[in-house]
């Protein structure tokens, strides 16, 4: 009998339906994986059996987990199931931690809950818990708050909960999208050991195929809250069977197509288009004792490259490594502690205001999150020509025409002119972002994670895009990301960052091929990757 | 956590230092001198030069000020015009009403809001719930002052269980005094009730939406358990908060209160005191109550490391 | 207009939308009519009377008509409150902007903590020293509210403005040039100003409870001009044989008050972005 089966499960949301007909089984100690996009319905199926949707909802169908049928169970039977047989690992672990308790009181919470043993027997078991999934109690004491933390370990202090009564089913719901993919790789090895370890049955929740492929037995597909596709996993992702699968599968490895060779540094005779010179930022730490200042922060530390116009330069490396700090430099959004950075022959550190308004021109943004990059209150005409500041006044039908212009290089209509950011999808957002950016006809695009937030679909889309503007319009690109498929898709060169340094740079096949650097073989070994993933598997028909 | 309560404290003393310089400047600029307005139209040459002389007034002004604020570091405020006697004596005798009774109605509004909020948060959405949300939202509307009358009109006037005002002292034993003051404090204390009920309650709910509840539910926790285990202390941050601002309204509030009740509290002083033109007690009192504020504020500050451990100093 | 239709769809902004325009309403007509004089004493004539068919809401012991001064006094708590608001607003919103326009530094902690400073001193106090000082009269009260009115507004929009301060489109805007004035006046205010309406309207209520108070211990509002704080005054001392007297002016202030809150709490759910344009869907994307 199989530990946890789904049948016929239907969900809505007040008059929302969300789920229609999900069918999924988990054997005993047997890894599921769930992928799909957004509004695929992954998370509301893994809320559901644990009974924690949210208010408003309605469910038929059935789910039976061990012989308890979940969807008629009590409170009292669902807080026995909850912790103790069943267990869940959450996607965001800045949030998913009480701010104000200890670690090890969070991890001894259940025990105490399930097993009715003393305090300081849970905590002394947490201990031990703790020290598996990688937090020692001489460098990580069980005393310390979750604040004091990095977002990875964390996420280490959530499995060490979720396992701590080694429950029969273990649901992770995006355990590692918050994460980099050095951390994301040590996560998933942690999960992968415990749960053999522990023999528990693991429901992985991703919209990544490639960790999918790397993890599970058994994958099922969803899209629209429906199961498109169910299967294992080695075999559903070689065979392909399915179009919305073969879609996926393609959007996730999708290399843009290029027409023009590779902008490489080396051949260079032209002057460059911005040049960085021993350029560092340095940040004041508020004191931690009345007697000793503490040493300032370096976020960047001497870093100097040189960027040709048509290039489009990636820089990657881990959380923290200064990659952003070092992009709102080349911006002119914070200035250096000490170095240059000059721009077409002018420096952005010296120069006067009046001057600064023209260097901006040549230079915009495209940012991250393309909820967060506009002003909910402007219409996207407003929006889109705020860039046209830095330019002399136009007239109204001047302005509205570049705006139009812009629009039109991204493949958006007149019709987006008078609609407000809401009214968009994220990936026409996205679009939009790069219309603003555009819209003074820069030569220099710095992009912070540009598509990193959009679904596989759409990120193919719009690296599509970049690359097709890059060779219409002869833009240099300064691309940020952690997502080294995407900037080896899209660059021609790759500076890697750690520590505020610049620790390797070139051509972006040499570097991910060949990596030298410690920084670099770690990001490179920790990207997962579909084929590899698949290559290794053996479970293939 | 020590630099942070010391951090605290040397800002405390730096806004008490600058208040204490607005409230000397405030009566600086008084048109006119002094000593004249203190004496009225009425008094004679020889009286108001006595008085100056008295007030020091003839010493420059930054003198003055040293004067003033050393004095009342060591507890010495000056002698009252009108009462001929040290205003510190005056100030302590009325202080033993009004102290004790804003923190009686502290006491109070605490004890009946934080239950109140907690129940209602548990049973959001219910028939109790709404009751007790229409209710509060009148108990906001109401001026303590008027409810005072109220409470008055019914207690003492026609029911007759208490006095309707006066205090009889507290060496006349503790009982009789309290039950001079149990009517203003609940006055006080029951509009203050109803603003933290409904914070407490506003709180609780919005952390039971955060993610670490359903950590926390995810564990096993039932929902009552998560809202004790979890979402109370994590409430409490807010709560605080507006209790320390609450204070400062109470303060203001006995003040005015104490003029329903006829109690001999710092307000009828200060009150007295402006009408008598006793502008040394007006300003010895109001840099007094200034400095409970700052106190209490302090004290909330360092209340919220207790509570919130992202306010110590990182041990990382 | 629309507004206002979706608006009045929200039961507590419709009550409190009601009760405030009546309150306006009362205090727009009492310029050109209100029942009896207001000071038109008539001890002998009228005297003291309870609520009747010609005295809709009674008489004071000098025979004047509670309802016109009622009327009246709403003039007077309406702009006392007002004023102060528009004080607190006027200087604490472009204060609180500026301080987090200049993010942590020298300026933004001096602001601050001259905030606290004028958090120590409750309106009461700061009338207190007035009226020491200048001697009593309506405007000390308006004075010493909207003082307190200052740092309520600056640390609330300082609060929402550093949020702000960290979106990315307030970063574009950065990249586009503008200027930390401009950026505040075009992206910042606007995303907060339903934060500032929403607290304004819950200032003008805590104003009209805090003129009253002034009123009543003689701070506020002199006499022979009909405040309602200042006729509980009057009322005390008659409170066991014509209590009306205190009940009336009383329920007017509860009343007010009770509107301003629904409708700033009505204002609330009504301006809330997260109600209002929920993000759609996301179908693909």
Known sequence: MSLLNIENLSLSIGATPILHGVNLTVGAGEIVGIVGESG????????????????????????????????????????????????????????????????????????????????????????????????????????????????????????????????????????????????????????????????????LISHDLAVVAQMTDQLVVMRHGEVVEAGPTGQTLKALAHPYTAQLAAASSHVPARANPPVL????????????????????????????????????????????????????????????????????LDAPTSGDIVLDGDSLVNSETSRMQGLRRKMQIVFQDPFASFNPRHTMERAVAEPLHLEPKLSKSDRRDRVVASLEEVGLTTAALSKYPHEFSGGQRQRLAIARALITRPRL????????????????????????????????????????????????????????????????????????????????????????????????? | MMIFILRKLAWALATLLVASLFVFAALEIIPGDPAEVMLGINATNEAVTALRESLGLNLPVHERYLAWISGLVVGDLGTSYTYAVPV?????????????????????????????????????????????????????????????????????????????????????????????????????????????????????????????????????????????????????????????????YLLAGTIIIENVFYLPGLGRLVFQAISARDLIVVESVVILLVATIILINLLVDIAYTFVDPRLRANRA | MTFLRTALSNRSF?????????????????????????????????????????????????GRDLLSRIMVGARNSITVALVAVIIGVGLGV????????????????????????????PALLSAVMITATFGPGAINAIIAIGIFNIPVFARLSRGAALALWKREFIMAARAAGKSAPRITVEHIIPNMSNLLIVQATIAFALGIIQEAGLAYVGLGTQPPFPSWGKMLNEAQTMMAFAPHLAIVPGLAIVITVLGLNLLGDGLRDVLDPKLANRRPAEGDA
């Open chain 1, 265 to 332: 540094t080396a051949q260079q005779t032209r002057p460059a288009l911005v040049e960085v010179q021993n350029v560092s930022r340095h940040y004041g730490q508020r004191r931690a004792s009345l007697f000793q200042a503490s040493p300032p922060v370096k976020a960047v530390d001497d870093v100097s490259f040189k960027l040709f116009p048509g290039q489009s330069m990636g820089l990657v490396g881990e959380s923290g490594c200064g990659k952003s700090t070092l992009a709102r430099m080349v911006l002119a």
């Open chain 1, 445 to 541: 695009i710095v992009a912070d994670e540009p598509v990193s937030a959009l679904d596989v679909s759409i990120r193919a889309q719009v690296m599509d895009l970049f690359t097709q503007l890059r060779e219409r319009l002869g833009l240099a690109y300064l691309f940020i990301s952690h997502d080294l498929g995407v900037v080896r898709a899209t660059c021609d060169e790759v500076l890697v960052m750690d520590e505020g340094k610049i620790v390797e740079r070139g051509p972006v096949g040499d570097i991910f091929d060949h990596p030298h650097s410690e920084a670099a073989q770690r990001l490179v070994e920790a990207t997962p990757d579909l084929e590899r993933a698949l290559a290794l598997r053996n479970d293939a028909a």
């Open chain 2, 88 to 248: 510190s004596e005056l100030v302590g005798e009325r202080i033993v009403v009004s102290l004790p009774l804003a923190l009686l109605a502290l006491l109070l509004s605490t004890l009946v809001a934080l239950p109140v909020g907690l129940y209602a948060a548990a049973r959001r959405g219910g028939a109790m719930d709404t009751t007790i949300m229409a209710i509060t939202q009148f108990g906001i509307a109401i001026p303590n002052f008027w409810f005072a009358l109220l409470l008055v009109y019914v207690f003492a006037v026609w029911l007759q269980l208490v006095p309707s005002g006066g205090f009889p002292g507290w060496g006349e034993g503790v009982w009789p005094a309290l039950r001079a003051l149990i009517l203003p404090a609940i006055a006080l204390a029951l509009p203050q009730a109803a603003i933290l009920s409904r914070v407490t309650r506003s709180a609780l709910l919005e952390t039971m939406g955060e993610d670490y509840i359903r950590t926390a539910r995810a564990k096993g926790l039932s929902r009552r358990a998560t809202l004790w285990k979890h979402a109370l202390r994590n409430a409490l941050i807010p709560v605080i908060t507006i209790m320390g601002l609450q204070f400062a």
């Open chain 3, 94 to 121: 472009p204060l609180g902007c500026w301080a987090a326009s200049r993010g942590g530094g020298l300026i933004d902690e001096a602001l601050m903590r001259g905030n606290d400073v004028i958090f120590a001193f």
């Open chain 1, 40 to 203: 695929s319905g992954k998370s509301m199926t893994a809320l559901a059996t644990m009974q924690l949707l949210p208010e408003g909802s309605s469910t038929t169908g059935s789910i039976r987990f061990q012989d308890h049928q979940v969807l008629s169970a009590d409170d009292a039977l669902m807080q026995d199931l909850r912790g103790d047989d069943m267990a869940m690992i959450f996607q965001e672990p800045m949030t998913a931690l009480n701010p104000v308790q200890t670690i090890g009181d969070q991890v001894a919470e259940g025990m105490i809950l399930h097993e009715g043993i003393s305090r300081s027997e849970a905590q002394h078991r947490a201990e031990n818990l703790l020290e598996r999934v990688g937090l020692p109690a001489d460098r990580y004491p069980l005393s310390r708050f979750p604040h004091e933390l990095s977002g990875g370990q964390r996420q280490r202090v959530m499995i060490a909960m979720a396992c701590a009564q080694s429950p029969d089913l273990l649901i992770a719901d995006e355990p590692t999208t918050a994460l980099d993919v050095t951390l994301q790789a040590q996560i998933l090895k942690i999960l992968r050991d415990l749960v053999a370890e522990r023999g528990m049955g693991l429901i």
């Open chain 3, 14 to 62: 419709a009550i409190g939308f009601a009760i405030t325009a009546l309150v306006v309403a009362m205090a727009a007509i009492s310029f050109i009519w209100t029942p009896y004089g207001v000071d038109d004493q008539r001890v002998m004539e009228v005297g003291l009377q309870t609520p009747n068919l010609s005295y809709w809401l009674g008489t004071d012991n000098l």
